[in-house]
């Protein structure tokens, strides 16, 4: 068990490009969320999957945002055109039923 | 939505002090968890507690659930306690986490 891998740690891109990131979850966990933290709050809920199916999408996640999780392994989070405010660390957690959560490193986006 | 409120906001301890955090939330839920993150960063997940006590180490939380709130103690605090401590809540019927505002906790030599 190698906990939940997160990858890049870090990425900087202009205004307007499209960034991805990839989350490693625990391998026999079937529940995946991504959350987004800014500086000084709590994390915020983004999209959670049960093994494929994405079943849960918070407003937050705009229509720039998309997340997959293929054959119920790893994740992806795209955000297209990203924007200043887009500037956050980005959180992958994995559980399996109702347990608790495991939480990555994050991914720490900046836009300028 | 449901509110989850933490309290105090800051804590400032000595090494060696006893601490008690405190969570609030407004309506019933099936899943409460404490979490630390630590200057770095990472979430680290202390105590799946929906109701009941659990203890390991030097913390203990306790759920009361039909009060709607949390306690999360840590006993001689040491300066790897620093960081911030989140409660997080889910409402029955939705999957999502949701995070207090958390306590900020400093613990000097």
């Known amino acids: 068990d190698t906990g939940v891998s997160q990858d890049p740690r870090h990425k900087i891109t202009k205004r307007g490009q499209n960034v991805t990131f990839r989350c490693d979850p625990i391998?026999?966990?079937?529940?995946l969320y991504w959350y987004r933290q800014t500086l000084g709050q709590g994390p915020e809920f983004l999209t959670y999957?049960?093994?494929?199916?994405?079943?849960?999408k918070s407003r937050l996640l705009s229509d720039r945002f998309s997340a997959e999780r293929p054959k119920g392994s790893f994740s992806t989070l795209e955000i297209q055109r990203t924007e200043q405010g887009d500037s956050a660390m980005y959180l992958c957690?994995?559980?399996?039923?109702?347990?608790?959560?495991?939480f990555g490193s994050g991914t720490r986006l900046t836009v300028v | 939505g449901i509110q989850v409120e933490q309290s105090p906001p800051d804590l400032i301890l000595q090494e060696g002090a006893n601490s008690t955090l405190r969570c609030n939330f407004s309506?019933?839920?099936?899943?409460l968890q404490w979490f630390h993150q630590n200057p770095w960063g990472q979430l680290i997940n202390l105590f799946y507690?929906?109701?009941g006590t659990k203890q390991n180490g030097r913390l203990s939380a306790t759920t009361v659930a039909t009060e709607r709130y949390s306690l999360l103690y840590i006993s001689s605090s040491q300066t790897t306690d620093s960081g911030v401590y989140f409660c997080?809540?889910?409402?029955?019927?939705?999957?999502?986490?949701?995070f207090g505002t958390g306590t900020r906790l400093l613990v000097s030599p």
């Open positions: 997080a809540v889910r409402n029955t019927g939705f999957q999502k986490l949701v």
């Open positions: 391998s026999e966990h079937n529940r």
């Open positions: 957690a994995s559980s399996f039923s109702r347990r608790g959560y495991t």
């Open positions: 999957f049960q093994n494929e199916a994405q079943l849960e």
């Open positions: 309506d019933s839920v099936n899943n």
């Open positions: 507690i929906p109701s």
